[in-house]
């Protein structure tokens, strides 16, 4: 009976190792048909590496051979996925410092928020979920630091650098969530783009996105008409770099945090971060450098990126 006992538990070892392999080698193909569940995975996705050490510790206590090479399989696979992130890839200092931070609307503590970002010392700096009362706010504590602006809506861009040109970025939402700003950077032009996608929610009808996976579609289409070389989109996107539904963004362009951070960069929720929704991505550039900064009055924490030509 000990021995039928101990069979069962090891064959719920095996089965529980290849399963959670299997979610992380092809989280791409579960669907979203039902209640969204591919997209609400792969936004938690690294977490799933609890599991690894829970599953070696389980199979270790039967010291069953072929559960303990199965508990080894999930951790092979997460290792394959997410090894190259944990090490500091800084380089150093680039020739302009981009820092982006979701401010949350109910943020009435303009002054300490603005120090915290301040500190980093930014050529340009991004905010979103601005309201008007705060934007005026923001511009009385930036304006004197940063010599060029531009703001539409809730979203907004200050910089050290000439502003050649600007334009809102329809997301067909009727109010302003993204933009575009052409910025000369000593003499080379890099196009920002600023936007706050829609949220996402997780309800009795499951992770629902629909609306914010419409609004990445028309970033992506707008980033693939820019004519300029150099893109740095900055901002809360809503969805982590491995959510399928950003795919019209993220093919096109590459993750700061992932090519020269250290670490997941989590930056939500502020108090306990479980994954990183706020982004620096680009093209026709080189990251040397990407870090989260400490958390401020809002419910997100500012990210900051570093970039050479």
């Known amino acids: 009976m000990r021995r039928t006992g101990a069979k069962i538990f090891s064959g719920v070892v095996i089965a529980a190792s290849l399963l959670l ?15 969204n569940l591919g997209s609400l995975i792969e936004t938690f996705l690294p977490w799933f590496g609890i599991g690894v050490p829970v599953l070696v510790v389980l199979a270790a206590i039967r010291r069953r051979p072929l559960a303990i090479v199965c508990s080894l399989l999930p951790a092979l696979v997460w290792f394959q996925m997410y090894a190259a992130l944990i090490p500091d890839k800084h380089q150093g200092a680039g020739d302009f410092r981009v820092v982006a931070h979701n401010v949350n609307a109910e943020n009435t ?10 500190a980093a010392e930014p050529d340009v700096v991004v905010l979103v979920e601005l309201t008007e009362e705060q934007r005026l706010d923001w511009a009385g504590v930036l304006d004197g630091a940063y010599e060029h602006s531009a703001s539409y809506g809730t979203v907004a861009l200050w910089s050290t650098y000439p502003i050649t040109e600007s334009n809102e970025v329809d997301l067909e939402l009727g109010w302003a969530r993204a933009f575009r700003a052409a910025i000369d950077i000593d003499g080379e032009p890099v196009a920002f783009y600023v936007a706050h996608l829609l949220s996402v929610r997780v309800n009795a009808e499951g992770f629902t996105s629909e609306q914010r996976n419409r609004t990445a579609e028309l970033l992506g289409e707008a980033i693939a008409a820019e004519d300029l070389e150099r893109v740095v989109l900055a901002g809360d996107l809503n969805g982590t770099v491995q959510d399928r539904s950003l795919a019209p963004i993220t093919y096109q ?4 945090q992932a090519a020269a951070g250290k670490g997941f960069g989590f930056t939500w929720p502020a108090d306990a971060p479980l994954a990183r929704i ?10 040397t450098g990407s870090d989260v900064l400490d958390a401020t009055a809002s419910d997100h924490r500012p990210v900051q990126a570093d970039f050479a030509f």
Not at 278 to 287: I, N, P, S, T
């Open 21 to 35: 392999a299997g979610v992380l080698l092809f989280h791409r193909f579960i669907p979203n048909r039902w209640y």
């Open 278 to 287: 706020d982004q620096v991505l680009y093209r026709g550039l080189e990251a």
């Open 109 to 118: 503590d303009t002054e300490a928020t603005a120090a915290t970002l301040l």
């Open 253 to 256: 362009l590459d993750s700061a």
